[in-house]
């Protein structure tokens, strides 16, 4: 065979090894240069081998990022319910109609209601 022997090359294994070269540059291990001419044989490799031979002198492959945890929705919610309140006391202010003030009654209401569907 040729150059290029041993398994084919996929997309997947060509987008791992440019993130790999990425924790790389961003560790130090590789220049700027360094990185753009790897990225480029990494773009042309057609085989599995061709991308491993590319990591023989770095060490060790990229760990796995940690999971983030959710955020929490909560604060964000408390905001919301809070401009409620404040919108209604500036309509029944400047309309003149009260009736702007159920918002105030309906803010917590729809406070619990999106709690519980986040």
Do not use: C, Y
């Amino acid at each position: 065979m040729g150059e290029s022997a041993g398994l084919p090359a996929s997309i997947a294994d060509r987008e791992r090894a440019l993130r790999e070269l990425t924790h790389h540059l961003g560790a130090g291990r590789l220049s700027l240069t360094e990185f753009d001419e790897l990225s480029a044989v990494v773009a042309a490799a057609t085989s599995k081998s061709q991308l491993a031979e590319l990591f023989a002198d770095l060490p060790g492959s990229t760990p796995q990022a940690p999971e983030v945890p959710p955020t929490n929705p909560l604060p964000r919610l408390v905001v919301l319910a809070g401009a409620a309140v404040v919108l209604a006391v500036v309509l029944a202010l400047s309309t003149g109609n009260w009736l702007w003030l159920l918002i105030i009654l309906a803010a917590p209401a729809l406070f619990m209601f999106t709690a519980r569907a986040v």
